[in-house]
């Protein structure tokens, strides 16, 4: 079954700030949408509104037409999975019992051979399968990720959304997590919400890009349309070469940061008078 | 799909270890049981204790029960406090397990909400002052206020929390002030006390035992703990799951607010009606759950159970020490728990390699 994600006039304050700004947005099935943009912008905001993790004014997440401030919770989270930017547990938990809780949604009583089933099958999907009687917080930070994104995955979402899933990862895990999230938008339609700061990375891996500014969405479209040497000056701040990469998509090399002096500006007119 | 079939039998093979260790823990607290039973002031050894209890559980069987004062030793005497040292070891380990669970804290023990605190000022108010809240005689004052000024601690720390939106800080930050405003007024009482005896009963309420035990009070006991304890358990999805945080238990369709307020509910419940009988007991909830722990792990469905059985078993050998060890006096329940549980807690803190707990 496939959903559709539309967001309408999106706001959010937290206390008297305002954070983000009547976002609208249409997520198509299966793609990768990732969502750059500077820090403090809005981007795990965005999310957790999605998510309903924050709570947000009626009419303004709809999937499928309807409101999700309308479904139930638990419902909810048979549609979406949310792999949050850090995690801990407080008390141990092995691997499997830590990817078992993305089956929670769907137990009522106990669980089924089915339950264990689904567990097995998503470690297996990413090839986690050694680590399932390890204990949770024993592991690096991307096996962590990869265990989280599992129990995400056991929750059989249809969509999903990652708050920099990549951050703390070396560039094997990066790549190998991407590669995941991608194998599951084209195999198993699931749209995949992923928020990112490696601009490369999301040039790389998304169908679509969003650039979020101070809680507004500044741009939305293909990696190609939005990657541009105006857009990310004027959203980051920070003097670009945007040239196209050996795996033909743009490629950001960042080279200076604008509001930061004349020292800086010298370095920048330097280093673009060399290139020209 | 070969090994994931493989995963699934891992995974119950580590499963089948968890019910055993469970089991174990079970027949070593029947085994406890026994030896209890037989051992104390008066003359009844195993073999009597033995036939008195068979031939009450089994009439049909004709075993003579001994002599009246045999049977009266048992029955009345030992029985009802190794049967409330099961009761009040067990509802007070639950509550911990699940105390700490649902605040993500292993500091956390069941009097987190100023449960004792407020239970000593009502036990307090009724022995000093003979004060009591709702009708009742004698000693069913002291427990009916214990138990009222519990559950009284319980809401306030609930209704301050509330204003905050209930989180785990607020209820643990509440539940420590409402703690010290009833120390507070619970040491103005002994300070206040006109009888030298009144306040020696009111120390001697506050160290906690199973000296009162009685058939009657378990009966009263016995029920609530069962079904708190049984809804405990039922929790322990929920509790799992928020031991990952706020946000990660919302996106798996868990309200944490809830599942704290049911969670603070029900151990309220269990622990004001086993200190009202018992006064206050220290140490068995906090520590259980971190034996348990490193026993089988941090599932719930699994620790809850575990713990409770580790906590009768603690309280119920403190308890029989306690009476065995200076005879023909006794040492409080209270002392007993954490002067044998302190060492044995160290003994498995220091020598398992993985830390139970962030």
Redesign the interface.
């Known amino acids: 079954m496939a959903l559709k994600l539309t967001i309408n006039k999106l706001s959010f304050n937290y206390t008297s700030f305002p954070v983000l700004k009547d976002v609208d947005l249409t997520v198509d099935l299966g793609e990768i949408l990732s969502i750059v943009g500077p820090n403090g912008s809005g981007k795990s905001t965005f999310l ?1 509104c999605i ?3 924050l709570k947000t004014k009626q009419n303004t997440v709809l999937i499928d037409g309807k409101d999700a401030s309308k479904i139930n ?6 549609i ?3 792999v ?1 930017q850090n ?8 691997v ?2 830590m990817v078992l ?2 089956r ?2 769907h ?1 009522h009583w106990s669980l089924s051979e089915r339950d ?2 689904i567990v ?2 998503t ?2 999907f990413l090839g986690i ?1 050694e680590l ?2 390890r ?1 949770f ?1 024993e592991l690096s930070s991307g096996e962590q990720q990869k265990v989280i994104i599992a129990r ?1 995955l056991a ?1 059989q979402p249809q969509i999903l959304l990652l708050d920099e899933p990549t951050s703390n990862l070396d560039i094997k895990h990066q790549l190998e997590i991407l590669n995941i999230l991608k194998c599951l938008a084209q195999s198993k339609h699931c749209s995949v919400i992923v928020a990112m700061h490696d601009l490369n990375l999301a040039s790389r891996f998304s169908d679509r890009l969003l650039i979020i500014k101070q809680g507004c969405i500044f741009a939305v479209g293909t990696p190609e349309s939005v990657l541009t040497e105006e857009n990310i000056e004027s959203v980051y701040g920070v003097k670009s070469r945007v040239t196209n990469s050996v795996l033909d998509r743009p490629q950001v090399t960042p080279i200076v940061s604008v509001s930061n002096g004349v020292e800086n500006s010298k370095i920048a007119s330097q280093i673009t008078s060399k290139h020209k | 799909m070969s090994t994931a079939a493989e995963l699934k039998r891992l995974y119950h093979k580590g499963k089948k270890r968890k019910i055993i260790v469970i089991l174990s823990i079970f027949i070593a607290l029947l085994i406890a049981v026994l030896v209890s039973v037989s051992l104390g002031a008066g003359s009844p050894g195993f073999e009597a204790a033995i036939r008195v209890i068979f031939s009450k559980i089994f009439p049909f069987l004709n075993i003579d029960p001994g002599s009246k004062l045999t049977q009266s030793i048992i029955l009345d005497l030992r029985l009802p406090r190794i049967v409330l040292a099961i009761i009040a070891g067990a509802g007070l380990a639950a509550s911990g397990a699940t105390m700490q669970g649902a605040l993500r804290n292993p500091l956390v023990s069941s009097y987190i909400l100023g449960i004792s605190a407020a239970a000593g000022f009502g036990a307090a108010l009724a022995i000093v002052f003979g004060i009591g809240v709702l009708g009742g005689v004698g000693s069913y004052l002291v427990i009916v206020n214990a138990f009222i000024f519990s559950l009284l601690a319980m809401v306030i720390v609930y209704g301050v929390a509330r204003l905050r939106g209930v989180t785990t800080e607020t209820v643990i930050l509440a539940g420590v002030a409402i703690g010290f405003l009833f120390s507070a007024l619970l040491a103005l009482i002994q300070y206040l006390a006109p009888q030298y005896e009144a306040l020696q009963a009111v120390v001697f309420w506050l160290m906690g035992g199973l000296t009162k035990a009685s058939w009657e009070g378990i009966l009263i006991v016995f029920p609530i703990v069962v079904v708190t304890v049984v809804l405990m358990v039922q929790q322990s999805w929920n509790i799992n799951v928020m031991s990952m945080g706020e946000e990660v238990a919302t996106s798996l369709g868990v309200t944490s607010k809830r599942v704290l307020t049911i969670t603070m509910v029900l151990e309220t419940l269990a622990t004001a009606s086993i200190i009202s009988f018992t006064g206050v007991i220290g140490f068995v909830c906090l520590i259980s759950p971190h034996i348990s722990r490193m026993l089988i792990g941090s599932d719930h469905r699994f620790l809850i159970p575990c713990s409770a059985l580790v906590g009768a078993c603690l309280l119920l050998c403190s308890d029989t020490v306690g009476r065995l060890v200076l005879q023909p006096t006794e040492l409080p329940v209270g002392i007993v728990t954490s002067l044998l549980g302190v060492p044995f807690f160290i003994y498995i803190l220091v020598s398992k390699r993985r830390q139970s707990w962030r």
């Open positions: 957790k998510n309903r993790i919770l638990k419902e909810l989270s048979k979406m999975g949310y949050p995690s801990t547990s407080t008390f141990p938990f092995t499997f019992d809780m993305g929670k949604p137990i264990y089933e097995a099958e470690m297996n399968n399932a009687m204990h917080n995400a929750q």
